[in-house]
């Protein structure tokens, strides 16, 4: 019920508002966003109503007892306006024997005793921890072989992700992750350390709604490449050893490092470009290598490296290619005694 005694307050300066006598302040400064709004929902016949009592199928949006039954939420469909700043997602997974596994699929494999079972299998070699890192933006992956999950005391895992978002050459961020407590303590610690050491400009912390892991989707994405990339390349490397190779061997960080390094080089996206011209503005130029390939490697001209027969020696060594580095133009070499890099190499004959 409208009050006429409101309705004659408002009369005189609705009026005067057709008339051009009163002005909105500041009008031609004022704009607003355009948002998405809840329809509203259209109300059916009695007719239907008793219809829809029969079989409750299909949706309907009016229908009440479908969605309390069926409903899963609206869905998270990609937005039409990317963020201005850039997003990197981070979580966990696991490479076990069987290949590499997400958190879920591990604990359902290992039985109802959850992460007690997962420590019991790290303990045994059959689990390897790996945190994965994914800049939404240049698509860019970065895994790491990880000792513990969270904040660990020396803050390992914070700093090898504060040198990712480094190389990315990010100024301003936002982490996001799941809502389990480790991966939460290290995003608190990651953002931290971003602030005090990397003197970021802004960095801000990102989570889905309580118990609604699936909004990270962009993190499981990367995970789900990653798993392809790395079992390929993987049971490549046992054919042509004739081996297998355990989950605990020195092999699987290297491996799992040198992944993300041929995807982020390798992998075009609609515009044209590779995950690593995005960030660098130029191609991935380093000479690929099968991994752990025996090669020649260049020893430097200088150093305590350098003529380690003096003067008539070799001046190159034999080693296993691991890897590329992402900082300087060089290959990461494993020979005997160190993991030195290599300027130059060379295939062995």
């Known amino acids: 019920m409208v009050d006429q005694g409101s309705s004659r307050t408002l009369a005189p300066i609705e009026d005067a508002l057709e008339e051009g006598e009163v002005s909105i302040e500041e009008e031609s400064e004022e704009d607003a966003a355009d948002l998405k709004h809840a329809t509203n929902v259209a109300s059916p016949s009695a007719d239907e109503i008793e219809r829809r009592r029969v079989t409750h199928y299909p949706y309907r949006s009016w229908c009440k007892q479908f969605i309390m039954g069926r409903g899963v939420g609206r869905g998270h469909a990609k937005s039409a ?24 699929e591990l604990s359902k494999e290992l039985g109802s005793e959850g992460e007690e079972a997962i420590t019991q299998a790290r303990a045994k070699g059959d689990v390897l921890k790996c945190l994965l890192i994914r800049c939404f933006k240049s698509k860019n992956v970065f895994g ?34 799941d809502n389990e407590r480790a991966i939460v303590a290290l995003k608190h610690r990651l953002a931290k350390h971003l602030k005090e050491w990397k003197a970021m400009e802004n960095v801000q912390v990102e989570s889905p709604a309580a118990y609604e892991s699936q909004s990270n989707g962009g993190t499981e994405v990367g995970i789900k490449i990653v798993r392809g990339m790395f079992r390929t390349l993987n049971l490549c490397l ?13 092999l699987m960080p290297w491996l799992l490092l040198h992944t993300c390094i041929l995807l982020n080089a390798k992998a075009r996206g609609p515009d044209g470009l590779t995950c690593w011209e995005r960030i660098k503005g130029r191609q991935f130029n380093q000479l690929v290598l099968g991994f752990a390939k025996t090669i020649l490697h260049k020893l430097p001209s200088k150093g305590p490296r350098a003529n380690p027969d003096g003067n008539m020696g070799t001046k190159w060594l034999e080693g296993t290619f691991l890897g590329f580095s992402r900082s300087s133009n060089a290959y990461t070499i494993a020979t005997h005694h160190r993991i030195p890099l290599a300027r130059a190499t060379s295939l062995a004959p």
């Open 144 to 177: 790491h072989v990880v000792p513990q999950k969270g904040d660990d005391e020396d803050h390992y895992c914070a700093k090898l992700a504060a040198a990712d978002i480094e190389w990315l050459g990010h100024t301003k961020i936002i982490i996001k992750t």
């Open 238 to 250: 046992e054919q042509r050893l004739g081996k297998y190779i355990s989950t605990d061997h020195a």
């Open 81 to 104: 306006s990317e963020s201005s700043v850039p997003i990197v997602g981070m979580d966990y997974f696991y490479i076990t024997k069987e290949g590499v596994r997400r958190r879920e």
